[in-house]
């Protein structure tokens, strides 16, 4: 996964309801060994708009990247990890 970017589980962003869109500039997604990721050919298509959550009792606005993401709900990229 790109370190930088922020990902969501679809499962999530439907059972929470929040609107979602085709991304306008796909991109594929190849992990850490070389490989294309195993969900929609390897490419990241689908996104999420600006949201509002809280993380570690700060308000923080970020977008989503849609990505299966099995056992977890979404991944922060390495950027707002550390800014919080």
């Not at 708009?49 to 700060?58: A, E, M, S, T």
Request: glycine share 10%; no cysteine; aromatic share 8%.
């Amino acid at each position: 996964m790109e370190p930088y970017r922020n990902y969501i589980s679809l499962i999530i962003v439907k059972r929470i309801g929040l609107p979602y869109r085709q991304k306008e500039r796909l991109y594929l997604l190849i992990i850490i060994l070389g490989d294309l990721i195993a969900y929609r050919g390897g490419i990241i298509n689908l996104k999420i708009g600006l949201i509002q959550i809280v993380i570690k009792g700060r308000l923080v606005i970020i977008s989503f990247n849609i990505l299966l993401l099995g056992k977890d709900e979404a991944v922060l990229g390495m950027p707002l990890v550390i800014r919080i």
